[in-house]
């Protein structure tokens, strides 16, 4: 979940977010990646959750009927409203994704999130699909794209508590180190958490990346 020390993390870096996406060994699952979130969205309604400096608002604009990108820290937002998107399509909001607020069922047809699942605890994983059913309806379409662990790319892992959650040790633009909780998931784990929740799960697992989508139940 976002802890204080976790926003914390993401407000002092905000400036250098994207960095993980400028890297040459990623770019071909990225090719691959942004064809198939573009595919998914086509004509949605689109909430998207911790949607940092709008790098995926950017792809998704440009094939969704109306895109509101939210993010917990508001350096994010500051900076994703300098993309100069569409204002017809896109509007932006500090909104905190475990915390949502009433009135948004029936608002969105999609829900998309990247980078956020990592940050879920594993034993409030089943739970908050439900909160995401009771708050934004049956039927929404949820997509989650986010990191595959890589043995020699990937941070190696200072802990391991007793859920089995792991926790890198991470070095900010502030000098300071943070403790982030960051969950490499399995397809079969996926699978076993996302089915009490949701109907037709795929998954594609790719090198750096993976993208779930389903159908809240």
Not at 118 to 130: A, F, I
Not at 196 to 202: G, P, V
């Amino acid at each position: 979940m976002i802890t204080n020390q976790l926003a914390q993390f993401y407000a002092v870096n905000a400036d250098n977010y994207d960095q993980i996406y400028a890297r040459e060994e990623r770019f071909d699952d990225l090719d691959d990646l942004q064809e198939m979130v573009a595919e998914l969205f086509q004509g949605h309604k689109v909430l998207e959750l911790a949607c940092g400096t709008a790098y995926w608002t950017d792809l998704i604009a440009e094939v969704a009927e109306s895109v509101h990108a939210t993010d917990l820290v508001p350096e994010m937002i500051a900076l994703a409203e300098t993309r100069g998107l569409d204002e017809d399509v896109v509007t932006f909001g500090v909104m905190d994704a475990f915390n949502l607020p009433d009135g948004l069922e029936g608002k969105y047809t999609a829900v998309f999130a990247a980078g956020l699942w990592t940050h879920v605890k594993r034993e409030d994983q089943e739970k908050y699909l439900k909160t995401l059913r009771a708050k934004l309806g049956k039927d929404v379409l949820l997509v989650l794209l986010d990191e595959t662990y890589v043995d020699g790319d990937s941070m190696v892992f200072a802990r391991t508590d007793l859920e089995g959650n792991t926790f890198q040790i991470l070095t900010a633009d502030d000098e300071q180190r943070y403790e982030v909780m960051k969950n490499y998931l399995t397809d079969s784990t996926l699978r076993k958490r996302f089915a009490t929740s949701a109907r037709q799960i795929r998954i594609e697992r790719l090198e750096y990346y993976y993208l779930l989508n389903c159908r809240l139940k």
